[in-house]
C-alpha cells in the first residue's frame, strides 16, 4: 500500500494503517524533537504525543507533503514542550558549575575507557554541536535542523514551518554563522579538516 | 567573516545549497574570484554545514505505534473543569453585562440630565448620597438639592409619592453602581479558566501515558 493509501485508511480510522506510517517516519520525528530539545527521553515523549496529536488531526490533512505535515506537528509539539520547560534545569558544557565547584555531570567525564578513542572523540563532537545548537534561538535551531541535519531543501522546510521562502534563507544563514562563532569554542574537539578559521 | 553584509551572508548561504537563481549565482562567482573575504566566508559556512551533516542519527528508544484501544477513544471533559469553565464563563457575562448598564446608564445621564453635567462629582464618587435623599423624601419630605434643582411647576404641587418617583428616575446612577470589588471579576474569571485548563491537560497527558505502547 503506497503513503497516500495509508493516509487515506488512516483518516477513516484504521489504526494498523496509521502505525505503519509511524514506522515509517519515528526515526525523521524522532532526530528533530532530539535535536531541538537536546534530550532523550524529552524527544520520546514529544515524538510519541506528536504522533498522538498526528493521529487525531489527520481529519485536518487536506494532502501535500505528509512528511511536511508530520514535522510541523514535531516541531509544534517542541515548541510547547520548551515553553513548558522553560526553567528546566540542564546539563552545562563549561567546566564548573554556577557555584564554581567541578561538573561532575559533563558528558567528557563519563567512563570512557572501554571506548575507542574515535568514538569518543565523535561523541565530544557531537555534545558540543548540540551544545551550540541549543543556544540558538528556537526560530534558527528549527530551520538548521531540519535543513542541515534532516537534509531537507528550503522548500521543504519552508512547507514544514509555514514560512515564507526567503524567511527559511535568512533564519539558514544567520543560524549557520551563529554556530560557526559558537563552534569556534571548541576548536579543539573538532576534526583538522573542520577547524575553522579563528 | 562577521564583517559580511547580511545581503552577502544570505546569499552565501543559498548559493552553498544550490538556492540561488542562475543570474545571481553567476555574480557572486564573480565577486567570489575577487573578493578573498567573500570566499573564507563561503569556506566557513561550508564545513559548519559539513559538521553539521555529520550528526549521527540516533535510534528511537522505542515504537512510537499507538494501541487499537486507542481507536475512537477520546478522554471525556473532566466534570470539574467544565463546572470551572462554564463558571468562569458566566461570571465574565455579568460582568460584562453590568458593565454595559452602568456606561449606557452614564452616557443616559450624561445626555438626558442636565443635572448630570452640572454635577459630575456625584456621579462618579458619590454613592450613598440620592439614596439617602430618596429615603429622607419618603420619610420626612425634606428638600435636598436635587429637589431644588427641578422646576417650580414640577415639584411644588405633586403628592410625596410622585416627588419620590421623579427622584428615582433623575438619579439612576446610584442603582447602576457597580461594587469596586466586582472589578476583579475578570482575573477570578480567569484563574478559574487557568485552573480548569490544567485539569484538562493533566488528564489528557495520563489519557496518553495509558493509551500509548511503549514496545
Known amino acids: 500500500m503506497d503513503e497516500l493509501s495509508l493516509i487515506r485508511a488512516a483518516q477513516q480510522g484504521d489504526l494498523e494503517a496509521f502505525n505503519r506510517l509511524v514506522l515509517a517516519y519515528q526515526g525523521m520525528l524522532f532526530n528533530v524533537a532530539l535535536r531541538i530539545l537536546g534530550d532523550e527521553d524529552l524527544a520520546a515523549d514529544v515524538t510519541q504525543e506528536a504522533f498522538l496529536s498526528a493521529f487525531r488531526g489527520l481529519h485536518a490533512y487536506r494532502g501535500g507533503s505528509f512528511k511536511a505535515w508530520l514535522l510541523r506537528t514535531i516541531t509544534n509539539a517542541c515548541y510547547d514542550e520548551l515553553r513548558r520547560n522553560k526553567r528546566r534545569p540542564t546539563i552545562s558544557l563549561e567546566p564548573e558549575t554556577e557555584e564554581g565547584e567541578e561538573n561532575e555531570n559533563a558528558p567528557w567525564l563519563a567512563d570512557t575507557t572501554s571506548i575507542p578513542q574515535q568514538e569518543i572523540e565523535q561523541r565530544e563532537l557531537e555534545h558540543a554541536i548540540q551544545h551550540c545548537l541549543e543556544s540558538l534561538p528556537m526560530e534558527f535551531r528549527t530551520v538548521v535542523v531540519l535543513a542541515d541535519i534532516q537534509g531537507l531543501d528550503y522548500r521543504e522546510v519552508a512547507l514544514a514551518l509555514r514560512l515564507p521562502l526567503g524567511t527559511v534563507k535568512s533564519r539558514l544563514a544567520r543560524a549557520r554563522l551563529r554556530l560557526r562563532d559558537c563552534l569556534q569554542g571548541f576548536w579543539e574537539l573538532l576534526p583538522t579538516a573542520f577547524r575553522l578559521e579563528r | ?215
Open chain 2, 1 to 215: 567573516m562577521n564583517e559580511l553584509s547580511s545581503r552577502d551572508l544570505i546569499q552565501l548561504s543559498a548559493y552553498l545549497d544550490g538556492e540561488l537563481r542562475p543570474a545571481e549565482a553567476k555574480r557572486l562567482e564573480q565577486r567570489l574570484a575577487e573578493e578573498d573575504a567573500l570566499q573564507r566566508a563561503l569556506e566557513d559556512l561550508r564545513q559548519t554545514r559539513a559538521l553539521l551533516r555529520q550528526m549521527p542519527q540516533r535510534h528511537p528508544p522505542r515504537n512510537f505505534t499507538l494501541k487499537p484501544r486507542l481507536r475512537g477513544l477520546r478522554p471525556p471533559f473532566p466534570r470539574t473543569a467544565l463546572a470551572l469553565s462554564w463558571a468562569s464563563l458566566a461570571i465574565l457575562l455579568v460582568f460584562f453585562i453590568a458593565l454595559g448598564s452602568r456606561l449606557f446608564g452614564d452616557l443616559s445621564i450624561a445626555s438626558s440630565s442636565p443635572m448630570a453635567v452640572a454635577r459630575p462629582m456625584e456621579i462618579g464618587g458619590g454613592t450613598e448620597e440620592p439614596m439617602m435623599s430618596i429615603q429622607s423624601m419618603e420619610g420626612t419630605l425634606t428638600p435636598t438639592p436635587e429637589i431644588a434643582y427641578f422646576p417650580p411647576a414640577e415639584t411644588a404641587s405633586p403628592a410625596p409619592e410622585m416627588r419620590a418617583m421623579s427622584l428615582e428616575e433623575s438619579s439612576p446612577v446610584s442603582e447602576s453602581r457597580l461594587p469596586s470589588w466586582w472589578f476583579g471579576a475578570p482575573i477570578v474569571s480567569l484563574l478559574l479558566l487557568g485552573i480548569a485548563f490544567g485539569l484538562r491537560r493533566a488528564q489528557l497527558r495520563a489519557f496518553q501515558r495509558r493509551f500509548m505502547s511503549r514496545d
